[in-house]
């Protein structure tokens, strides 16, 4: 990092920082952010704080958002990104939050070069160089874990990862020394799998949605990792250990100190 950078940098912290009672009131309400050691929580402070200066938040269809709203968004968008760094979600500014599920239209072309007029209820979406949407519904959802491992922040921030070199296809850019063959063969193997069982009407060991394409695997498992690492950890141990490289946390390691203090 730069001298005017760093510059930068440390005066957006100290004059812009987050209250510390507002963190405290936001940050104890996120059940997964227990056992990070304190070092790990001032970090993800940090880039909270620089998270919530860069972008621009926009409440939609008369949505009022708080305080309290854009920093329980930002503390869940840095959490991927903590091992990472704050630049990995560069390129991009606004959040637009819905009070719900929102709908939007699109035409898809299938294989015989037809064109579809398609209508969804989304509650989450993201492009590469576009605006992150949420709905604050299911981020409310989410915070107060009424479905395990379900966390649309997560999702959509691992789609913002994903695109980091090119569109999302599940391969995101590794770091040195990550073996390409060790991603493909753990993830695709996994992705498979799981595609046999919902082909099967078999139970699914995470959300269905994640056979949905390699892109929406990566962005459910990633949603596990953070949210609930035990059950990733126990049906794909390999994948668990790929995203632990990847994202250079270990939330399993979280929870097991948290049980033992």
Same mark, same amino acid.
């Given at each position: ?18 209250? !510390? ?21 001032? !970090? ?19 949505? /009022? ?5 854009? %920093? ?8 991927? %990104? ?27 072309? &299938? ?16 492009? @590469? ?5 949420? @709905?604050?519904?299911? %981020?409310?959802?989410? %915070? ?17 990862? &994903?695109?980091?070199?090119? @569109? ?7 770091? =040195? ?22 082909? !099967? ?26 949210? @609930?690492?035990?059950?990733? !950890? ?5 994948? =668990?250990?790929?995203? /632990?490289? =990847?994202?250079? /946390? ?12």
């Amino acid at each position: 990092m730069s001298f005017f950078r760093r510059a930068r940098t440390l005066y957006i912290l100290h004059r812009h920082a987050i209250a !510390h009672v507002l963190w405290v009131e936001v940050a104890e309400k996120l059940a997964f952010l227990q056992g990070m050691t304190a070092v790990e929580k001032a !970090h993800l402070r940090e880039l909270s704080t620089l998270f919530l200066h860069e972008k621009k938040f926009f409440g939609a269809q008369e949505l /009022q958002l708080t305080d309290a709203m854009c %920093v329980t968004i930002a503390i869940q968008a840095c959490l991927p %990104v903590l091992g990472l760094g704050i630049s990995c979600l560069s390129g991009w500014t606004e959040i637009i939050v819905y009070p719900g599920a929102f709908r939007i239209c699109r035409d898809d072309k &299938d294989a015989a070069g037809v064109v579809h007029h398609q209508e969804q209820a989304l509650i989450g979406e993201s492009w @590469s160089r576009g605006p992150l949407i949420l @709905s604050w519904d299911d %981020v409310e959802r989410d %915070v107060q874990g009424k479905q395990s491992g379900r966390n649309v922040v997560i999702h959509e921030i691992a789609h913002k990862l &994903d695109m980091l070199n090119g @569109s999302a296809n599940g391969f995101p850019p590794l770091h =040195y020394g990550m073996e390409i063959i060790h991603w493909t063969a753990s993830l695709s193997t996994a992705y498979q799998s799981l595609v046999r069982r919902v082909e !099967h009407h078999h139970r699914a060991c995470i959300n269905p949605y994640a056979a949905t394409d390699p892109a929406e695997f990566f962005a459910v498992i990633s949603e596990y990792f953070f949210c @609930s690492p035990e059950t990733l !950890h126990t049906h794909f141990a390999d994948v =668990y250990q790929q995203l /632990q490289l =990847y994202y250079r /946390q270990d939330p399993l390691r979280r929870i097991h100190y948290e049980k033992t203090t």
